[in-house]
Structure formats: C-alpha cells, structure tokens
C-alpha cells in the first residue's frame, strides 16, 4: 500500500515538474507553486446549506453529535454569521468490539505545589470499558527526592467495569528551602487484561516551589526586584546564601564541617612551631648558659627537656624533623579537601543547574530581564565567585579567627598589655569597610554592567555580522566597540583605586604596632626582664597577628564584593516562571476533558468517549489581533481531521496556532484541548540543538529505548535524506547509544558499496575528531535539507496534536508533495511510517497547518480562512479520495 502511495506521488511529482519548467522561472515562489501544485485546489465558496451537509467520502460518516453546522463569528456578538463542518476521522469512529483496553497517563505532566497535601496524577483507560483490567504503579525519584520532598508510592490500580478514570494521590513535603520546579516520575507497569500506552508509560509529576531564594526571610526585600533594595541587606543575603548551600545542596553539611576540622591542623602547626622557636633560642641555642628555663614564661617552663645540655646538636636535628614531617599531614589534608570533598564544584555544580533549569521555564517578560550575556556572566562568573569569595571564605575566616585566638593566648601569657592590638585592629576595620561599604557597591556594580555591554556588543556583532559585511562597516563597528572598552576601563580604574587605598589600612596598621613593640620590647631584653626566645617569638606573632587581620580584613572585603553578584543571581533566581502558567492550562484542559466525557459519556460509534472530544476556541479574544479581536471567536475542531489555516500574511495565523499550543494567552475567551493529546509546536524556521548529535536532534523528546532505527531509515528516504553522509553519520552514532535493538548491520545492508567506501572513510577520522566539530553536520544541510529535517523530527515524535507553521513554503514541488502526503499519513494511519496494526491503541491524530494563500490544499478536510474584517470562516477541505485508510 505504501509503494503505491509513493508511485503516484512519483507520477504526480512528474507532472508537477513538467509543469514547473514550462511555466518558467516565477515557480520558484511560493505562492505560484502552490497554484500550480495539482494538490491546491482554487477556493470554493460553501452555501449554508452546503457546510451542514458536508460528508466525506474519504473518511466515512460523521458523528451525529458533531456534524450541524454552527455559526462561529459575529462582529455585534448576538449571533454567529459563519458556519464551521465538524468532520470526524475514521480512525476515531470504530467499532469498540475487538478494540483493546489501553491504560495510560492523561498526559506526560502533572504540576503540583509544594504547599498542597497531595500531587494528583490521572490514568485513563481507553476502550470497550467492558470487563476489569489492572496495572501496578510506582514513583521514581528524579530531580526530586523521596522522603525530601515526595513520598515513595506504589499500589495496584484496578478499572472496574464502565470506569476509564482513576487518580493516584502521592504525598508531597512542604518546607521552606527554596528550589526550582523539580520532578519526579510515576510510572505504570505489569498490566493485566489491558495494553499499556506507549506514549503514557510514565508521567513527570512537576512540584512548584513557594519559597523565595535563599531565604523567606528575605520576601519583603525581594518584592522590590531591584538591585538597590538587595544592597541594604547586604550582609543579611549573604549569610542566607552561606546557610542555603550548608543545609540544602546535597553533602555540603558534612564536607563543611569535615574541612573546618582539617583547617585546625594549621593551627596547631602554628602553635607548635611556637612552642619550637621558643625553645630553640632559649634551650638549644643558648651556648654560654646552662639553662634559662627561669627566665621562660610558665607555659614554655613546662616542656619537657629534649635532650641534656651537650647534646644540642642532636636536639637541633630532631626539632627540624618536627619542623618537616607535618607539613606531609597538611600536605595529604589538603590534597583530601580538594580531591575528595570538592565543596566548591558541588555547590557550582548545583547553582549553575537549577539557574538553567530555572531559564528555561522564564516567561518572556523574565528573559527580556535577562539577556544571553547576562545569563553567560553568571553562569561562568558570577556563580564561581560567590561559590569562592562568599561560601569557601568562611574557611579562610574560619582559621583566621582560630589563628588570631591561638596568638592572643600567646600574647596574653606573656603580659596583658600585648593583647591590646587584637582589639584595635577588629574595631578599625570595621568602622573602614561600613564607611565605604556602600561606594564599593555601587563601583563593583558600575562595572559589572559595563562588561556586559561589553561582551552584548560581541554577541550583537556576531548575530550581524552579514549585515555589517554587506554594508562595508567592520570599520564603524570596531570603532564603536573601542568606545565600549574605553567606557569600561574608566568603570575599571574607578574600582582599582578604591581598592588599592583600601588595601593599604591593615599594612599600616601593623607596621606601627611592631614598631612600638620592638622598641618597648628591646628594652625589657636590655634590662634582662624579657628573654630573647620570647622577645622574638612574640615580635613574630605581631607580625603573624598584622598578617591575620590583614587576612581577615581581605575576607570582609571579599564579602562585600560578593555581594554585587550575589545580587543579580539571587534576582535570577526569582524571576518569573511560564511553569504557573502551564499548571493552570493543565488545570483548564483537565476540567475541559472530564466535563466533556460526563456530557457524553457513550460517545457512540467512537473508541474512547475521549476520542470525541473536539478542540475548541470559546469566544477568543486577542486585542491587537485582526481575526480575534473583540467580541471574541468561537470555533471547534473534531479530533482525526487536517485542518488548514488559510489567510493574508499579518492576519493572525501564527496566532491561532500558538493560542492553540499554550505559547499564548489569550485576552478574553479560552482554548480548550483535551489534556490526553500530546501538542507539538513546529516553527517555521528550522532549529537544532547544538551538541547533541544527529540522532539526538531527529528523536528529541523521545527516550532512546523506544527509538525505532529502522523507522527512522525509511522517514529519511521518505523526504530525500538517506544521503550516504546522514546514513554514515547515524551509524557512527549507533556506538555511542543504545538503540530499540542492538544490531547495527541492517543500515550497512541498506548502504550501496560506494557509500560504504565513504562511510568507512569516516571512520578512519573519528578517534581524531575533536568535540567542536560534533555540529559540522548541520553546517552541510541546505536550507532545504534544514527544514525537510525540521519537519521530519516532529513525525517521529508522533505526538496527538501538530502544529505546523507554514510547513510546504520556499520546498520544491516533489518535496511539497511528499510533505503533504506524509501529512495526510500522519492524521489517516495515527502516525508516519508507524505499525498499521498497533493503530487501535493509538488516539487519532489531528493536524493543523498554516498557508499564506488564496488556494486550498487539497490534503485539508476543514480550511479555516482568517481576514482582517471576517473572523474566521470554516469551510469544508478539498481531499480527493485515497485508498489508505487506518485499520
């Protein structure tokens, strides 16, 4: 059947280049190729009394419940003036006898909030409904965990007889640590005296999160959304920060104290080496006296004799061993504290995926906030320092302060009067940064701005880069550009000299208390009051105390660095989501399904009381937009139909098509879709996911279990890709994946000898490849090609719903047909290239397509025709009959 399908296609293609070439060069625009396209047929006006008796002899008898007319349009919105034909697909109007019970998900998501008792997931059951059938259910954890933030639940689920609806409840956790929306996964196994749907195997169950980042405690400051307003709490967010990453990010508890810990070896080191010096100058070195263990403070009195007096030698020896051999324990912590705890890569690791996860789920107003370059900076800059300067500085502090307290013992011991620096220091310290805390904001602020416009203006430059070649103004740009730099190494300079006069307190500081100490000090060693052991020991510990605070100066100022970026990321973090947006749709779609199936729930002569679900706009309004503008549209759609959305360009047609994917909200009105169809969007403009691979980008959003290679083969011969480099290129991939089956000799089969040559020439460089050169493929697809597998990716997807934007423009007149038939394929058999006898337990497939001119395709069983002052006008397709027809 499918040879015959491609054999007219062959034929029809023939004629269609015949005609092509002789009616001369202006075919090559779109618009004149689809009049000249024998599947476009001129529009036909529809009476009114035509539209309410329209059948089809393609796709058998409409269902009585949906097959009047109805008026849809009027501009004084008391009546209806167009009419709308409800055709419904013989893949959906079947006998339910023989049909099989399937079970599945209502939809591959569910949402859900932190805050509420249970997460409700819906499983549907599809068929005659006439006897029991079971399934087991279970949760899987993902980005979600068990016992965290859900709990673990698994149970049987028994459909009686007559019932197609079951809910499962899942016990969420409420806390108040933010995250990002995280997932878990139901799944659905082990059935009994029913199938499982492929599509509806398993379900993410998405959990909203109520809190703000990184603490509630912060709402009040973050309802400003401003820089300025995070700035006052500065030190209030950053101590938040500090306690989010310690409690929340996985492991982070235990490796913090763990290294706080290690940091203690330091310390006793240092006091050690002390306890030695002391001993050194006093005991060891002291030749002409026998002993001075008198003169020794009480703490260094106490230590044990190392050795008598003529064996000093000796004695040296043995302290530089003590001296040497820590260092290999400090060594080996150290080395632990990178290699194994790794607290910083854990917490980058952690920020940088749930900011992504977050981008991804902004509204458009969130990313307009947060620009490409903004989003590079935090991700590469911003997040690495304040994993550095504002988490790991707690482990400098840490043993600064244990440093500081080990010298004021040491001081202290020696007289009361030597503590007094370890107050001076703290108190000038603080007094200096509080002053000048605010200036260095708003200059670290300055700058962070100027480097984004900075790399905004390489960005910029690179996505005009044609537009500046042509225009021969390289010269212009660059000039622009060094303004750019000069701006910012002003921001820059301003920054250096105000840290540069910073940086010079504590050096100060320190420099006139050794000072005084040296000469005080010198002279109790003159009066023999002071040993010289200790004299040195403690001028030393005030150099090492200077070093200290200089040490703990720097991390305050760390700190207030920190606080710059910790500012934009934090904002980021809270930015708006569509995931409300989408719970609400879900919600909508849900309560839509299940009021629809109580008003009918026999639905005679369909499969599912599901399957006769129509897609319907319930007086839509959309202000700015010609076709929907106010008093609103109403239209519906029957599932299993073509539906072609024909107008003017700037007529609202993109419109129409996002409303109905959920990309768009409407003003007024609501689009209603039933929850269990899968919905596909498919711009216009092809797009490819950048180092992924070929075979990722052709079945993305499909588990790889589940790919079917031999499929894919025959959808690529289908519109022309089964060139020998896609094959090579599939089959170098094949290593590097698991496939539906393991056997990778069947593409070899399919491979001429020639191609074979080639593809093993490529192999012979693929060890040699570099990453980068993972998206060369894409570089040797044409804009045709490009598009072709555009298209081609949403076939294999399959899902319930497509919406495709302009599909057939700007294609050559035997890949416009091949598309259009793969189109009409797609509604008739449930899917593209796809098992004809699995169709029974496959919903129907319902396919709505764009197209800027006055013809119709002759694929569409409905036309919805859009114009500036009409509406929309629903009119019956153009289809002739065809021989294929869904089992």
């Known amino acids: ?510 420099t006139c208390v050794s000072g005084l100490y040296l000469a005080w000090g010198g002279c109790q060693v003159i009066d023999g009051k002071l040993s010289l052991g200790v004299f040195l020991a403690v001028f030393g510990a005030y150099r090492d105390l200077g070093d200290r605070y200089v040490n703990l100066y720097e991390c305050f100022q760390t700190w207030c660095e920190v606080i710059e970026p910790l500012t934009g990321i934090t904002l980021q973090f809270n930015l708006a989501t569509d995931v409300d947006r989408n719970m609400q749709c879900h919600k909508e779609r849900d309560n839509y399904m299940q009021a629809c199936v109580e008003r009918n729930p026999k639905a005679v002569g369909y499969v599912s009381a599901y399957d006769a679900i129509p897609i319907t706009f319930d007086k839509v309004t959309i202000e700015y937009s010609p076709t929907l503008k106010s008093p609103g549209v109403s239209v519906e759609c029957p599932q299993g139909v073509v539906v072609m959305i024909r107008g003017p360009h700037e007529t609202g047609k993109s419109t129409l098509l996002n409303l109905l994917s959920n990309l768009q909200q409407a003003d007024v009105g609501q689009v209603n879709c039933p929850l269990h169809l899968r919905t596909l969007n498919v711009s216009s403009s092809p797009v490819f996911v950048s180092r992924i691979g070929m075979t990722a980008n052709l079945t993305f959003g499909l588990p790889p279990e589940v790919v079917d290679k031999h499929r894919l083969q025959r959808l690529l011969a289908r519109v022309g890709l089964d060139k020998p480099w896609v094959l090579a290129e599939l089959h170098k991939e094949q290593r590097h994946r698991r496939w539906k089956d393991s056997d990778n000799e069947d593409l070899e089969d399919d491979m001429k000898s020639s191609d074979k040559e080639e593809l093993n020439s490529d192999e012979e460089g693929e060890e040699d490849a570099d990453d980068e050169e993972g998206d060369m493929w894409v570089a040797r697809l044409s804009d045709s090609e490009k598009k072709r597998f555009h298209l081609l990716r949403a076939f294999v997807f399959n899902p319930e719903v497509l919406y495709l934007h302009r599909p057939v423009v700007d294609m050559d007149l035997n890949i416009c047909d091949t598309v259009l038939t793969m189109m009409r394929e797609f509604v008739d058999l449930k899917g593209v290239e796809v098992d004809p006898g699995t169709a029974s337990v496959r919903r129907p497939r319902t396919l709505f397509f764009t197209h800027g001119t006055t013809t119709t395709v002759s694929v569409a069983d409905i036309v919805w025709q859009v114009g500036l002052k009409d509406g929309i006008i629903v009119e019956k397709g153009h289809r002739p009959p065809t021989s294929a027809r869904t089992p």
């Open 1 to 510: 059947s499918r040879q015959g399908q491609r054999n007219v296609a062959g034929r029809r293609c023939c004629r269609q280049g015949s005609l092509a070439r002789s009616a001369g060069p202006a075919l090559a625009h779109a618009e004149i190729m689809f009049r000249s396209n024998p599947m476009f047929t001129p529009l036909v006006p529809v009476s009114s009394a035509q539209a309410r008796q329209v059948t089809s002899s393609y796709r058998g008898n409409y269902s009585p419940a949906v097959a009047s007319g109805q008026h849809v349009f009027s501009p004084q919105g008391a009546g209806f003036g167009q009419h709308v034909v409800h055709a419904s697909s013989s893949s959906s109007v079947l006998p339910t006898s023989g049909v099989p019970e399937v079970i599945g998900f209502a939809s591959q998501s569910f949402y859900c909030q932190e805050s509420s008792s249970f997460a409700e997931i819906l499983v549907l059951r599809f068929g005659g409904l006439q006897g029991s059938c079971s399934c087991h259910y279970r949760t899987q954890a993902g980005s979600a965990l068990p016992g965290i933030k859900y709990e673990d639940t698994e149970g049987q689920l028994l459909f009686r007889p007559g019932e197609h609806t079951k809910r499962i409840c899942v016990p969420i956790i409420d806390d108040d640590v933010f995250d990002t929306t995280i997932h878990f996964t139901m799944i659905l196994e082990d059935p009994s005296g029913c199938v499982l749907s492929q599509e509806f195997l398993t379900c993410s169950v998405n959990i909203l999160d109520n809190d703000v980042f990184p603490s509630n405690t912060l709402k009040t400051a973050l309802e400003a959304a401003t820089d300025e307003a995070l700035h006052k709490v500065g030190f209030t967010l950053l101590w938040s920060f500090i306690r989010f990453c310690f409690q929340h990010v996985p492991s982070i508890r235990w490796k913090t104290i763990l290294s706080l810990v290690l940091g203690l070896l330091d310390n006793l080191y240092y006091l050690g080496m002390y306890f030695l010096k002391v001993y050194l100058v006093n005991s060891c070195l002291a030749i002409d006296k026998p002993s001075t263990a008198d003169n020794l403070p009480l703490f260094i009195s106490q230590i044990p004799q190392l050795s008598v007096t003529n064996q000093r030698k000796w004695t040296t020896t043995l302290l530089a061993a003590l001296l040497i051999f820590p260092n290999f324990i400090l060594t080996g912590a150290d080395y632990f504290e990178m290699k194994v705890l790794e607290v910083p890569f854990n917490i980058r690791k952690f920020l940088r995926v749930n900011l992504f996860r977050k981008y991804l789920s902004y509204t458009d107003e969130s990313r307009r906030a947060v620009p490409i370059q903004d989003l590079k900076t935090s991700m590469m800059d911003d997040i690495p320092d304040v994993v550095a300067k504002g988490y790991m500085t707690i482990f400098r502090f840490g043993t600064t302060m244990m440093r500081i307290l080990v010298v004021g013992w040491i001081l202290s011991a020696e007289t009361t009067r030597a503590i007094v620096p370890l107050f001076v220091y703290p108190a000038t310290m603080l007094v200096f940064l509080w002053a000048r805390y605010s200036t260095r904001l708003q200059l670290l602020m300055k700058q962070g701005e100027g480097e984004s416009v900075t790399v905004g203006w390489l960005l910029h430059a690179d996505n005009a880069h044609r537009l500046i070649t042509d225009f021969q103004q390289r010269g212009f740009v660059v000039h622009k550009f060094e303004e750019v730099l000069n701006n910012q190494r002003r921001l820059t300079m301003n920054l250096k000299q105000f840290t540069f006069w910073n940086d010079q307190i504590c050096p100060w500081i320190t």
